[in-house]
Every structure is written in structure tokens, then in C-alpha cells.
């Protein structure tokens, strides 16, 4: 009986482990978005510049999500949904916010919403709402994708860029290399943090590709564990103005989990198993 018991406890353990190493995802994460005004953004000028009088000119944030208008500035501005040219739109409209403090706005619905300063006309923005989640795909299953044992996941930007993600398997003492694909685009530009166990093991900013394409290789890496792929998306082109959602992050979790720390702890509990069963028979197997 007791044998059974311990039989039927691996059993156990092992589909619980196995539907926790779920497969790897990447999402963009816009459930809260911060703007804030360009010092110095009361005297025209700003608009002529890349950056434009707000940072970021173009954000991007869920529906139901927190838009936070933060005025940096030392003049007073309003936040109001619409244009100059068409006047406001109903959306939001902050009224008169003051130097130092800020006004917070939740979108309801998808699409994309300008907005303006009514004293300051000049100052123009946009916010793109989306669906919660619209961004997020899955990636690969738990198995290698080929006998080198790398594995691939997705992600995607909010202009529908895909980015794919190759990496070799962590090893521990030694570094990973990391292979990206911004799918059909040129002059790519982007930051980079890999970390493993919160542990910062690849850091890059400035990143440029004149294809899209990016071959990386981390420090070595402590443990097999798997990494997390934070990319923050800088924009396409050379030279300034760049386009796309500048500033937007795609997270990729748990890549390559198949080689992480839930294989070796099915290992253990196996190899546990089996001495707790050949402890009652005396039978010493031969590892």
C-alpha cells in the first residue's frame, strides 16, 4: 500500500508540475500609461521637435486601463480630448491643470483619441486604446524547437509588428545567445534587458538594425532557469523624426521554461520515489 501511495504521489506531482510549466508567453503591458508635458511646451517650438510637447506623443493603453496627464511643466495646461482645429471632442477634458499636479482619465472604449491644450493650441497628442490583452500571443510549446535545443516565442508590437524570439537553452557557467525578428521592418530600433531569477544578464540600449534582425549573447548565466526579455521598442528609422510606438514594451516570460527548474524538480521527487521504496524492500538501485 505504502508503495502504491508513493507511486500515485509522483503521478501527481508530476502533471502539476507539468501544467505549471505553461508554455511562453509575451505581452505588452498598457494597462496604466503616464504622459507628461515637455518643459517649456507654453512657448511654441515643441511641436517642430521629434518628441513633439508630450512624452510620449503617441502612448498606448487598455481599455479600462489609467491614463495619467502629469504636468511637468511650469505653466498652467489643460488635457483636452479633440484638436484646434476641430475644437474639443467630449472625450475627457481636464480643465486648467496646474504646474506640479495632474488629471487621470479611464477610456471606456477602443479607437484612437487626439487631444490638445486649449490655452496652449500648438501642444498635440494621441492615445491609441485597445482591447485588454489584444496584444498578447502565445508562443511555442514546451518542446525544442530543434535539436540544438533552442526555443522560439512571439510577441507583437501595437502597429501589428511581430517579433520573434530565438534563444539557445540556459546553461549554467555559460552564455545564451538570443536571435530577434522585427518581421518586414528596416532600420529597427530598440533597448533590450534580459534578466534570469531578477538577476540583470544582457543590457543594451541604442540597439540599430538596418533589417530588423538581431543577434545577442548574454553573460553567463548562474542556472538553467528560464529568462524574461524585456524589449522596448525605440522607433524605425535613422534619422529623427523615427515612427512606430516609440517607447512601447513587449515582455517575453519564462523563455525556454523546458530547461528551467520544473524538469529538476520532477528529477528529484523521482529520484526521491524510488529510494523511499526501495528503502522497505532493502533493494539499493544503481543510479
Partial sequence: MKTKAIGSFFVLFAIVAGLVATTPTAFADHTEV????APGSSSTGCETTADGCYNPKEATVDVGGKVIFSNTDTAAHTFTAGSASDGPSGEFDSGLVMAGTSFEWTPTAAGQVSYFCMVHPWM????????????EMTGMTGESTSNSGESSVMGMLSDGT??????SA???NEKMKISMDFAGKEHVNQDIVVTQSGAVVLEETGLHSHDG?????TSALKSTDPVDITVTFQGYGVDDPKTGPIGEEVVFSNVVPEFGTIAMMILVVSIISIVAVTAKTRVIPRF
Avoid at 124 to 135: K, L, M, P
Avoid at 162 to 167: D, F, G, H, N
Avoid at 213 to 217: I, N
Wanted: charged content about 15%; overall charge negative; hydrophobic content about 55%.
Fill in 124 to 135: 498635440a497628442g494621441s492615445i491609441v486604446v485597445q482591447e485588454a490583452g489584444a496584444e
Fill in 34 to 37: 503616464t504622459i507628461s508635458v
Fill in 162 to 167: 511581430k517579433i520573434s524570439v530565438t534563444a
Fill in 170 to 172: 540556459p546553461m549554467a
Fill in 213 to 217: 534582425k538581431f543577434a545577442l549573447e
